[in-house]
């Protein structure tokens, strides 16, 4: 009997593994969130407090928490004479006391919201057709026979092997003649040409573990292909389609180089903005900070509103019978 009882399972850890996975992980999570609250605390900082050594890190004991990267990151501002800024009337919200405490005056609105709208429009735009495509391409791989089924594969998947630098010069240069620099559908069509093949080796996972016995019976009940794929497959890949969006959207909503390369004015999104945003005499680091969080936001939300499905699509097909 204490034989039994001392026997445990070679599937479940024991209670030291266990000890030092959490561990692990706890040291991972504090590690990865480091940066993330240094930029928070950036983001309320004033720009003397963001360039102080040694660093300011606790707020109320170190420093007082301040709007101004915020208010910076909004509104563009001019430096104006003291006489002149006396003869305005009195200053309307917080931002407008901060901006004329340090002797300059609004200008107007910055072009950080236009890059931002940007950014939503081309990640969300390139991450729905990169799904639709994938999943398209990921059932015909799937339930089809396609000729040189794996060679195809793999040069979809080898697309994705491609450094960007290495087709920058080409691609910009083909933009140029169609004119699509600088525009959303360009940024759109590109993004998703790049997350599609991510898409359709991720999906074609998903969908071979549906089992082709339950099309086949709608098909039998008088449904057709379509029919089938849209109310047997679709609803059973749910879980994999929205983990290969949350990977999709990620890539489009970080993107750097293309943005860099492609955009300039009317269709360029935060991620190449954020950095160059200059205050008076240099980088206006809590601006670049405020920035940043907002830029976090949508990402944050995303995963956080998709999270259980991101799971069980992450191991979905884990185990197989």
């Known amino acids: 009997m204490s034989a039994a009882n001392s026997a445990h399972s070679v599937v479940e850890p024991s209670g030291y593994a266990k000890l030092i996975a959490g561990s692990l992980v706890a040291f991972y999570a504090l590690i990865s969130l480091v940066p993330l609250v240094w930029i928070g605390l950036t983001s309320i900082k004033t720009p003397t407090d963001s360039i102080h050594y040694p660093p300011k890190v606790i707020p109320f004991v170190d420093f007082q928490p301040s709007i101004e990267g915020y208010c910076n990151l909004f509104s563009t501002r001019s430096r104006q004479t003291t006489e002149y800024i006396r003869s305005l009337p009195p200053p309307e919200g917080a931002c407008e006391t901060i901006t004329r405490a340090r002797g300059m005056v609004v200008a107007g609105p910055s072009n950080y919201v236009p890059r931002y709208i940007n950014s939503l429009i081309i990640a969300f735009g390139s991450t729905f057709l990169s799904i639709a495509l994938g999943t398209a391409a990921a059932y015909a791989f799937s339930r089809f026979k396609v000729p040189l089924k794996d060679d195809l594969m793999f040069f979809i998947l080898s697309t994705r092997m491609m450094p960007p630098i290495a087709v920058a010069i080409p691609i910009f240069l083909m933009y140029r003649e169609l004119g699509l620099s600088d525009t959303r559908l360009g940024m759109i069509l590109l993004y998703t040409s790049v997350?599609?093949?991510?898409?359709?080796?991720l999906l074609k996972g998903f969908i071979d573990e549906i089992p082709r016995e339950y099309e086949e019976a709608a098909m039998i009940d008088g449904y057709t292909r379509l029919q089938a794929f849209r109310k047997v497959v679709l609803p059973q890949a749910v879980t994999g389609i929205v983990a290969t969006a949350i990977f999709c959207l990620i890539f489009a909503w970080n993107e750097y180089a293309f943005a860099v390369l492609l955009t300039s004015g009317a269709a360029q999104t935060a991620p190449p903005f954020i950095p160059i945003i200059i205050g008076e005499g240099g980088q206006d680091w809590p601006a670049v900070a405020a920035g940043t969080v907002l830029f976090l936001v949508p990402i944050l939300i995303f995963t956080v509103l998709l999270r259980q499905h991101l799971l069980r699509g992450i191991t979905f097909g884990a185990v197989r019978k």
């Open 195 to 201: 997350n599609v093949s991510l898409a359709v080796w």
